[in-house]
């Protein structure tokens, strides 16, 4: 069993963010790893947030998740990111956090840390794939180690093929269309198994 | 009526984005445009593509059609490119042709053209997004305008919604999943129409 | 002399952004575009700001400035962004201004914007390409037109050569190392004339 | 010492890509890392090469390095890439020698291969972010693991602060601009470590 501190670190505003991060954990969970879920801080306010049933009935149902710190992200060795995409990027949610980060970074407790990210769209080519990838490009900057699900098991085909991390689309009324319960919680376990290698070798 | 020279230029191993590239020719013609199909150098040696019946056949199928020069780049207004993706990126043969387009480059002729991309994968999320922004970032270096079809028709939902430009997935057997024909037909409107703006300003 | 509108939108937190937003100004003047230079609502905390003094400088210097709305951009036949790198990435900011402009997106009223984007970091290499190239992305699912300096002209080798947009490097004291003004200009120049043809063409 | 082998596969047209895999050798060398400098396999004709003095004087210095196959890729733990860009993007010379791997690719041996990339330009932003970006996009679709430099030691500043990778500008006689080697080594040094620690706990 492993000992990885892995943080799941989220941003949702209709719920599918926060049911991928929880598959992550449950993933994370039969490794053996400790599991944090956290979420960024929400910018919107709280006015906005009112006149959306949707929006509204998340915030509810995350109310008590801690909202993610800098220590969060010293303590974790290993940091899988789920966010939807917004203009073919991460939403200014998450951006606000990592741009707060400067400090951490500065004093080089970023480097080394394991990642992967998740996202959705509701199209399925609406950023499912830049997303992800302007997450990794700031996490070079952290020094972080990158480790995506590439190919590395059958079941990210059936979960429409994304090599940079699980992805889905969500239809009108919020619902998932494809099933990638299988495929997040095989990209969870392999972030953490990354995490270990790099834990035990850099002890 | 349009007086656009547009040159769809395409690269194919088993006929897809040939026949993308005939799709966009067709609605380019529809606007007046005076469209040349162009494909590129192979790379492959004659006995590897002896060996796969598909690309074979493909081979075969384009025989006729004109490998793509500087001259065909200088004469268009417009530009379509049509590629697989291979690992999130445009196939060597495409990348190939635009590397020794450095006379072309050097001597100014690259600016301004109005450019748009399409692509295909086997994987819904294999590079669809991934392999259209390598080829609009070297196109940044060309001094190049890019007019891309963003979610500016309603068939560009339909057709995976896509804003970088209309991609497809293909399955085993080589068919197309999505019916992509009329985004794709959008597209190449689009991206003459914009170049005809181009066009008579720059007049 | 032309009659596009331009917005000129930037995020600064040390001046060196709001001052190629002035450049940008001047050089799109002399083509006589009507311009706006508008900054983006900050998210950081008063007390944050008081605590450091060039940050403080730069607030109370933009003070006048109108934060930039929806209107401005509907307003804009083009728009140049200035932002500062974080993280590979454009700011929070500035995401958190796209982020809320989905209602004016699923309008359709930012389709045809003819954009390009400039940008400064601490390091050289620290994200000068990755930033410009993460707000093409996000440009790109407005249906916008990208119009990039390439090499359009002479005073972008002198500037670091940069094909995306003009970026700079600044120094711990905050001053821009490169000489970047003419190019700043030249490419405020070419996004305006760019958008006069779009502009003509589309009337 | 670590027993971690290390593939350094290189194109170079002028000589400061060798320069820069060989420099990597050194660095890697002394941490014992077993390292094979590879090139990959030209596709320019011999008359074209021979017309251009510095290109065949570079051809004529590797004459006797290897070129790269699948069974070094298969033979690596570690994988250092260093390449030109060309407008934006790897060369077509290396994504052909990557686009040829999908035999590889497909039996899963790419999995897990530690890799970071290096590049030089003519010009400060003239691609040497986007190129090294474009590496590891085609990389995440291996399910390789990317460990680049990121801020992990002060000679990365030194080097124009690249957290992608090391890259330089190269004068138009040929010379490097910035002195990387330093940086070049503790490039190495740390894909060495990174993949000493995934070679561990893999087994």
Redesign the interface.
Known sequence: MTNVKLAVVFYSMGGTNYQLAKWAEEGAKETGAEVKILKVQE?APQSVIEGNEVWKATVDATKDVPVVTSDDIEWADAIIFSVPT????????M??F??TQGGL?AS?K???KVVSAMTSA?????????TL??L???M?????????????DPVI?GA?????GT?VTVDQDGKMIEDVQAAVKHQAKRTV??A???K???Q
């Not at 509701?122 to 830049?130: D, F, K, T, V, Y």
């Not at 900057?141 to 590395?152: K, N």
């Open positions: 910018l917004r203009f073919g990027n991460m939403p200014s949610q951006k606000q990592l741009d970074w080089g970023t480097v080394n509701q199209n399925p080519h609406g950023g499912q794939e830049a990838l302007s990794y490009t700031s070079m900057h952290w020094g972080a180690i990158i480790a995506t699900p590439g190919y590395t085909f429409g093929g994304n090599p940079y992805s198994q990354v270990e290698w790099v035990k070798g850099n």
